[in-house]
């Protein structure tokens, strides 16, 4: 078993943010295991597309909000290629509902979005941590938002999750330093499928103008522009633990209507 090619977990990989990361990953020789849950179609696609870069992959189905599943992840990593150097929790879910419509999601929702958004992230860690303690280095980059910085975004469980994800993301960098560094990316609106469903075709292109028209840099994210920020964070940004990322095109510093 060779290891000089370094290893990545990317939870939530079959779409978007965890997709392009993947890619971007096994373009540049990394080792991959791409994890979904529903998505296998897709999940099978994006394997394909890193497969064609020349990388080794694994494709595991799993729920991260349970525990025997993020074990399982890591386990199918350390069997294939005997290490694990960065783990990307870009897993997540959410229930749209307006904020100021408090009957809109009640205390089911919640649990579900944090057994995702948060326990998962921190069983994910917790599966990960002691094989790259054992290699003396490794990185860690959960997938945040900026609603979590705003208390805004697709619902206040949803906000609420995210904050949570933050306060996690600094108490392990903490925690599992000097050999492990765990950071996170924080993204304003991202293009694509997930905001598209869950707001529907029209609401979704009025939030999209608005936030162009409004952002500093006029523009909304590509999955791509947050999966570089994520690479950073992995293979360089040495001395960077404990940072929440902000990718928002500059929406938190705009100036309010």
């Known amino acids: 078993m060779t290891t000089h090619h370094p290893v990545a977990i990317i939870t939530g990989s079959a779409t978007g943010v965890g997709a392009a990361t993947a890619r971007r990953l096994a373009a540049k020789g990394w080792r991959v295991v791409v994890n979904y849950t529903k998505s296998e179609a897709e999940a099978r696609e994006t394997e394909a597309a890193c497969r064609a870069s020349g990388a080794d992959t694994l494709l595991v189905r799993?729920?991260?909000?349970?525990d025997a599943d993020c074990r399982r992840l890591a386990s199918a990593a350390?069997?294939?290629w005997g290490r694990i150097d960065a783990l990307v929790n870009n897993a997540g879910v959410t229930r749209f509902a307006a904020h100021g419509d408090l009957d809109a999601i009640g205390a089911a929702d919640f649990q579900r979005i944090y057994a995702v958004n948060v326990v998962g992230a921190y069983q994910m860690v917790r599966a990960c941590a002691p094989a790259m303690k054992r290699q003396g280095r490794g990185a860690v980059v959960n997938v945040s938002s900026i609603a979590g910085v705003t208390g805004m975004g697709s619902s206040i469980a949803y906000a609420a999750s995210?904050?949570?994800?933050?306060?996690?993301?600094?108490?392990?960098?903490?925690?599992?330093?000097?050999?492990?560094?765990?950071?996170?990316?924080?993204?304003g609106m991202i293009e694509g499928r997930w905001l598209r469903e869950g707001l529907g075709e029209k609401v979704y292109e009025a939030v999209r103008e608005r936030y162009r028209a409004n952002a500093p840099l006029r523009r909304a994210a590509q999955p791509d522009d947050i999966a570089e920020a994520i690479v950073w964070l992995i293979e360089g940004a040495a001395v960077v633990t404990g940072e929440l990322l902000l990718l928002d095109a500059g929406m938190h510093v705009a100036v309010p209507l």
């Open 78 to 80: 350390l069997d294939a």
């Open 162 to 187: 995210k904050a949570a994800l933050n306060s996690i993301t600094l108490t392990l960098a903490r925690a599992l330093g000097p050999e492990i560094r765990v950071n996170a990316v924080c993204p």
């Open 62 to 66: 799993g729920d991260v909000a349970e």
